[in-house]
């Protein structure tokens, strides 16, 4: 796909949901939790309720609508925190060097052996389930993605003649990251923290599937989809629906990401045209 | 007698290599007054760049100041701790490198790299250094400067690039710059105005310039005294028009040789051009005794057997040659 149809497909896809999740209170039918209705108890998608509802009664578009606020704060804040984590840390050893370097890229090395999820899922089960906790545990596991790619940008950015030519000017060491290093190496940053969002909102709906993310009864996709799994023959709609609010997210930031890289690479622009 | 702006005394460079440290530079001594313009000539790999790298206290590993002085001042410089030595840098010690191309931040507009400096030593603030970063365009003669401030290093030409990193170095008036082969990777044409350009504003402002060069009209031009790297030692230093008058050391003497000269083609038709026979000895590997030896034209025993001293030589220079003419 070129860069510019994948840029705009994705950033449509995530605008949308952003809009959803920013607009919730404004366009959702009901309330998400407190609306619950056994009479209406799963309903097949329809007139009055578009998705249909669930064995509590509610209504699944605004339960949908109200999770896009969740998953979206869960990939972003996540997202942040993981690279400015990664950043820090891959930044100052690539630069440095010596034995925090060293220190560094093991302690990377030893994240990228755990499975990210499984440390999650640690970290989850210390704290407790909810919304905190689970910034927590996404936004301090998978920053090794950002840090490695920091080191080796800050690793061949520190011989170019301008680093060099500011060091002999006088800056110092926090001055030539932040002015000569950070603008540098912020392309490939900003398209890995976009792909990494749409991994932390799958992470979420991982964790809250496996009952230690978002508690019931406040709406996540992934706790939706967890709730719904007993259903799964008998009202479907009650997986399709989270499914494909994910599956359509996650996508949305992938295809962002690629597209991203596309711009900010100078060396593809140069290639294209 | 007043103390010279910068004296190096004795410099002795090592590079570590495969566990044995070798002397990439060694007995390097010359001093350079407050605003004289200093040449320091030699072929690629002589150890000039590596010299102005120790002044400037940034040998990286795995080179390293083995002995010496290096005093700006007569305050010994060598042994200062890292944020002294980089407030130095900069304010009393600039620098400007071969590459214009590459010593710009290509994601910073070069009004604000000239800015920064300001910013960095004199605790201006940003409206101030950025008026200040366009009158120091102006100063170099950069055309437009309101709007040339705003521009990204890639919208700019290499003349233009070399002109924004002389405003850099120039910005907080050092009082010594060291020009690392200056006008190297431009045109001809752009060569003569940078110098030109460079050495009055070095005038203007009484700055000492040490001219790092391969290039012996530029530094002839330029320089008021030159000295002369050959493998790691200063072989001759003498006057600019005393060297290229009365070269001592064979080495100058075949280096002047090796001019190609338009006035004698002219007079006596095509000519081949002289050249200097062999190569540079590499670092790990230099000759015993006299170390040009092997390549040059007045050898004998003692060449290849003792290291010969620095002599004075009447007129103030000194030669290193068991048999300069």
């Known amino acids: 796909m070129k860069g510019g149809t994948s840029l705009w497909v994705g950033g449509g896809l995530v605008g949308l949901a952003v809009l959803v999740g920013v607009l919730a209170p404004w366009i959702h039918l009901t309330d998400p939790v407190l609306a619950a209705n056994l009479m209406n108890a799963e309903i097949p998608p329809g007139r009055e309720f578009p998705f249909g509802t669930d064995a509590q009664g509610r209504d699944i578009y605004s339960r949908i609508v109200h999770g896009a606020r969740i998953s979206l704060t869960v990939g972003v804040i996540s997202q942040i925190a993981n690279t400015l984590i990664g950043v820090t840390l891959g930044l100052t050893a690539g630069y440095w060097g010596g034995w925090w370097d060293d220190l560094v890229s093991g302690l990377t090395n030893l994240m990228l052996a755990i499975p990210s999820l499984i440390f999650a899922l640690a970290i989850m089960a210390i704290l407790g389930p909810g919304l905190t906790s689970l910034l927590i545990a996404l936004g301090l596991t998978s920053w090794s993605y950002s840090c490695r790619i920091a080191r080796a940008q800050a690793l061949s950015l520190k011989s170019q003649g301008y680093v060099q030519a500011a060091r002999i000017l006088g800056y110092g060491d926090l001055r030539i ?9 912020l392309g490939p940053l900003i398209v890995i923290a976009t792909l990494g969002m749409g991994g932390a909102i799958l992470a979420e709906a991982t964790l809250s599937f496996l009952g230690l993310g978002i508690r019931p009864p406040y709406p996540s996709w992934g706790s939706m989809l967890s709730e719904a799994r007993d259903q799964i023959t008998t009202a479907p709609w009650l997986s399709v629906f989270p499914g494909l609010a994910i599956f359509f997210t996650v996508l949305g ?21 | 007698m007043t103390t010279p702006l910068l004296e190096v005394r004795d ?27 200093f040449g320091l000539v030699g072929e690629s790999g002589c150890g000039k760049s590596i010299t102005a790298l120790s002044i400037m206290g940034l040998l990286r590993s ?22 002294d030595m980089r407030r130095l840098r900069g304010k009393r010690i600039a620098m400007i490198f071969q590459e214009p191309m590459t010593a710009l931040n290509p994601l910073s507009p070069v009004g604000r790299q000239i800015a920064e400096m300001f910013v960095l030593h004199e605790r201006a603030s940003w409206k101030e250094a950025w008026e200040r970063a366009e009158d120091a365009l102006r100063q ?13 290093p890639h919208q700019l030409s290499g003349g233009m690039r070399q002109r924004v990193m002389i405003a850099i170095a120039l910005a907080c008036g050092p009082d010594l710059l060291v020009a690392d082969e200056p006008t190297t990777a431009l045109d001809v044409t752009v060569q003569a105005e940078i110098v030109d350009l460079m050495a009055e504003l070095c005038a203007a402002k009484g700055t000492a310039v040490l001219m790092i060069s391969h290039d012996l009209g530029l530094v002839a031009n330029m320089c008021e005294r030159v000295a002369v790297m050959y493998a790691g030692r200063i072989v001759e230093s003498q006057a600019a028009d005393a060297i290229f008058a009365h070269p001592r050391h064979p080495y100058t003497q075949g280096l002047i040789g090796s001019l190609p000269l338009l006035s004698a083609r002219s007079r006596h038709g095509r000519q081949k051009l002289r050249e200097i026979s062999g190569v540079v000895p590499s670092i790990v590997a230099y000759p015993p005794g006299c170390r040009f030896n092997p390549r040059c034209p007045a050898m004998t025993d003692i060449c290849a057997r003792d290291v010969p001293m620095a002599e004075s030589l009447p007129d103030g220079g000194l030669v290193r040659c068991h048999h300069h003419g």
């Open chain 2, 11 to 37: 410099l002795r460079i090592a590079l570590d290599a495969g566990g044995r440290s070798h002397d990439a530079v060694g007995n390097v001594s010359f001093s350079i007054g407050r605003g004289e313009t």
């Open chain 2, 62 to 83: 795995p080179l390293s100041l083995a002995g010496g002085a290096i005093a700006l001042d007569g305050r010994e410089i060598q042994d200062l701790p890292a944020a």
């Open chain 2, 140 to 152: 170099v003669r950069v055309p437009s400067p309101e709007r040339r401030v705003h521009d990204y």
């Open chain 1, 177 to 185: 990251m932040f002015t000569q290093l950070l603008p540098n190496m």
């Open chain 1, 253 to 273: 930031l992938n295809l962002l990401g690629d597209g991203l890289r596309d711009i900010l690479d100078p060396q593809s622009v140069a290639r294209r045209t």
